[in-house]
C-alpha cells in the first residue's frame, strides 16, 4: 500500500507464536482423541447397562465432599454400595453410563457427516475450479441456494420427512455442510493451478482431469481439512439439537441431545443433574475440536 | 440504485428456488398427511377421497403453481389437517419469534462490540483473555441446554425470573420483560461470540494501519480516533451482524421450546410432525426470507458505511 517502510507494529505477527493457544491446542488434541475412543468403546466400558433401569429413580450424584472417598473405594476396589457418578435419570437409567457411552452416537455422526460431505465437497469444489466455465457455475449456484435455507430447521425437516434414522442424520447433515467444503477447496485449487508444477505435469502430457486429481487436489486440501475439526463440533451441536426437539436420534439410544431433553421436566422441580451433565459433555468435545482446529489453522499460517 | 435494485431481484430470485426446492421435497414423501389427518386404519378409498378433496392428487408442478399464485394475491393456503388459515397462524406467531430474536440481537450487539474493540485495544490483557474464553465458550454451548440451565439457576434457585412461558405487554412491561430475559440470553450468548470475535480481528487490523499511526502522530484524542477506527472497522462486523440475525429465527425456535414460547416454533414443528405440507413451506420461506432481508440491509448498511464498495 505505502511506499515508505515502517515497522510492523509489536504484535503484528501475535498468530504465529503463543504458548497459550498452544496449550489450548494440545487440550483439543486431548478431547479430540479422547471422544474418538469412546465411540468405539464407551457403550462397553460404561459401568452400568445404558438400557437397563437401576433400582434407583432420580437418585442425586454423590456430593462433591464425598467424592474422593468413593474414587478411592472403586479404585480399591473395596465392597460399597452402587455408585450413580452423575446420578440417575427419571427412569432409571445411570447418567455416567449413558453420558460415555453416547459418542457412538453423537461423534460417529457427526465424523460420518463430514467425512461424506469433505469428500464431496472437495471433488466438487475441484471440479468448480478446472472444469468448464458452466459448470463451476452450476456448482457455486447450487450451493449458494443449500446454504440460503436455514440449517437448523432444514436439517429438522428433512430428517423428521425421511425417517429419523442414524443414516438419514448423517446424509442430511452432509448435505448441509457440503457447500463449506466446496467453497474452501474451490477457491483454494484457483490459486494452486496457477503454481509451476501444474505447468510441468502439463508439458508431461497428463491428461487434464489426472492433473486436477493427483497434483491439483492434494495441494489444495488443507483449508478443508482445517475446517473438518470446526464443523465436526457444529455437527455435535446439531446432532444433539435435533434430537432434542425430536426430530433426531430416536430414544432409549444414549445420546446427549436426547438425554438433556428426558432431564428437561424435572428441571422445574430442582433436579438438574439429569440434563446438567450430557451438556457440558456436549459443551467440552464441541470446545475441543474448535480449539484442535484453530490450533491446526494457526500452524498451518505459521 | 441499480445495484440495489439488482440485489433486490436476485433475493427473489433465491426465495423462488428455495420455495420450489422445498415444495418438490415435500412432496416426495411417501407418508401423506391422509393418513395422518384420517388415522392408520383409513381404508385407501378414503386416503384417495382426501386427496381429491384437497388437490393432492394433481402433478406438482400444478399444485406448486397454484399455491404460488395464491401468495402473489395474498393467500398463502390453509393448512391440510385442521384448516386454519396458515396467514393467520404466521401472524400471530411471527411478532413472538421476532421480538426474541430482536432482544437476542440488541443484547448480542451491545456485548459483543464494546467488547471486541476492547480486546483489541488491551491484546493480551486480562480483558482480551476474558473475551477469548467468552467467545470460545460461547460457540461451544448449546444453546437449549444454556436455556434449561438458566432456568434451573435463574428461575427455580433464585427465583427471579419466571421459568418459561410467554406473558404478553398487556400484562405489563415489567412481567413482560423478565419473561423475554432468559431467552434472550440463551439465544444471545452464540452470537455474542461471533460478533465479538469479528470485531476483535477486524479493530486489530484496522488499529494496525498507516491512517490511525498518522493520526495518533498528529495528537488526535483517544476518542477520535476511535471514531476513525470503527468506520473502518465496522464493515465486516456488520455483514457478520446481519447473518447471524438471519441464523438466529432457526436457532429461536429451539429457544422458543424450552421457554415455551408460543412463537413459530409450535406452528412449525406441529406440522412437520402431522405432515403438514403447506405449512411447513410458508414457515421457512418466512424465515429464510427474514435471512435474505437482513442480508440486504447489511448490505445498505455496508454501502454506506464503506461508500468504496459502492463503486
Known amino acids: 500500500m505505502s511506499e515508505v517502510v515502517v515497522p510492523r507494529l509489536a504484535g503484528a505477527d501475535r498468530a504465529v507464536s503463543r504458548p497459550r493457544a498452544d496449550w489450548l491446542f494440545r487440550f483439543g488434541c486431548l478431547i479430540v482423541m479422547l471422544s474418538l475412543v469412546l465411540m468405539v468403546i464407551g457403550p462397553w466400558i460404561a459401568p452400568y447397562d445404558v438400557g437397563r433401569p437401576t433400582d434407583f429413580i432420580l437418585e442425586p450424584p454423590p456430593a462433591l465432599r464425598d467424592v474422593p472417598r468413593l474414587l478411592w473405594l472403586s479404585i480399591t476396589n473395596a465392597p460399597r454400595e452402587p455408585v450413580y457418578w452423575f446420578g440417575t435419570d427419571s427412569a432409571g437409567l445411570d447418567i455416567f453410563s449413558r453420558v460415555i457411552a453416547a459418542p457412538r452416537a453423537d461423534v460417529a455422526i457427526a465424523l460420518g457427516a463430514n467425512l461424506v460431505s469433505l469428500t464431496l465437497g472437495s471433488l466438487l469444489g475441484l471440479a468448480a475450479g478446472v472444469a468448464r466455465p458452466w459448470i463451476g457455475a452450476l456448482i457455486m449456484r447450487t450451493s449458494d441456494l443449500v446454504q440460503a435455507f436455514p440449517v437448523f430447521i432444514t436439517g429438522m425437516i428433512l430428517v423428521t420427512l425421511a425417517g429419523r434414522s442414524i443414516g438419514t442424520i448423517i446424509l442430511t447433515l452432509a448435505l448441509l455442510y457440503t457447500p463449506i467444503y466446496v467453497r474452501l477447496t474451490r477457491s483454494e485449487v484457483l490459486t494452486q493451478r496457477q503454481r509451476g508444477f501444474v505447468d510441468a505435469a502439463r508439458a508431461l502430457g497428463r491428461r487434464e482431469a489426472w492433473i486436477a486429481l493427483t497434483h491439483v487436489l492434494p495441494n489444495a486440501m488443507a483449508p478443508a481439512l482445517i475446517q473438518f475439526s470446526v464443523t465436526i463440533g457444529f455437527a455435535i451441536l446439531m446432532t444433539a439439537g435435533l434430537s432434542f426437539v425430536g426430530a433426531g436420534v430416536r430414544p432409549p439410544t444414549p445420546e446427549w441431545g436426547l438425554m438433556i431433553a428426558a432431564g428437561a421436566d424435572q428441571i422445574v422441580q430442582g433436579e438438574w443433574w439429569p440434563s446438567l451433565f450430557p451438556g457440558l459433555a456436549i459443551s467440552i468435545t464441541v470446545f475441543g475440536y474448535a480449539a484442535f482446529g484453530n490450533g491446526l489453522e494457526r500452524r498451518h499460517a505459521a | ?311
Open chain 2, 1 to 311: 440504485m441499480f445495484v440495489i435494485l439488482g440485489r433486490v431481484l436476485s433475493s427473489l430470485g433465491v426465495l423462488v428456488a428455495v420455495s420450489i426446492v422445498l415444495f418438490t421435497l415435500v412432496h416426495a414423501i411417501p407418508v401423506s398427511p391422509a393418513r395422518v389427518v384420517l388415522g392408520g386404519d383409513a381404508s385407501e378409498e378414503d386416503i384417495a377421497e382426501f386427496e381429491r378433496d384437497n388437490g393432492l392428487d394433481r402433478p406438482v408442478i400444478v399444485q406448486y403453481l397454484s399455491w404460488a399464485g395464491g401468495v402473489m394475491k395474498g393467500d398463502l393456503g390453509r393448512s391440510l389437517i385442521d384448516n386454519t388459515v396458515i396467514a393467520v397462524t404466521i401472524s400471530q406467531t411471527l411478532p413472538v419469534t421476532l421480538e426474541l430474536v430482536l432482544w437476542s440481537f440488541c443484547l448480542a450487539l451491545v456485548i459483543a462490540v464494546p467488547l471486541g474493540v476492547l480486546s483489541a485495544y488491551h491484546e493480551d490483557r486480562w480483558i482480551d483473555h476474558l473475551a477469548r474464553v467468552v467467545a470460545t465458550l460461547g460457540v461451544s454451548i448449546p444453546t437449549f441446554w444454556l436455556g434449561l440451565m438458566l432456568i434451573a439457576w435463574g428461575a427455580v434457585g433464585l427465583g427471579w425470573f419466571p421459568a418459561g412461558g410467554y406473558v404478553p405487554w398487556s400484562a405489563g412491561a415489567k412481567p413482560h420483560l423478565l419473561s423475554m430475559t432468559l431467552p434472550s440470553v440463551s439465544l444471545g450468548l452464540y452470537y455474542v461470540a461471533i460478533i465479538s470475535r469479528m470485531t476483535r480481528s477486524s479493530v486489530g487490523d484496522v488499529l494496525m494501519a498507516d491512517h490511525v499511526r498518522v493520526s495518533r502522530a498528529m495528537g488526535l484524542s483517544r476518542g477520535r480516533i476511535l471514531i476513525y477506527v470503527l468506520r473502518n472497522a465496522l464493515s465486516p462486523v456488520v455483514t457478520v451482524a446481519a447473518m447471524s440475525f438471519g441464523y438466529m429465527f432457526g436457532w429461536a425456535l429451539i429457544v422458543e421450546q424450552v421457554f415455551t414460547i408460543p412463537g413459530m416454533s409450535r406452528a412449525l414443528l406441529n406440522a412437520i410432525f402431522r405432515r403438514d405440507y403447506l405449512v411447513i413451506v410458508n414457515v421457512v420461506l418466512v424465515i429464510t426470507a427474514m435471512f435474505l432481508v437482513a442480508n440486504l440491509i447489511a448490505d445498505l448498511l455496508y454501502r454506506w458505511l464503506d461508500p468504496r464498495t459502492a463503486r
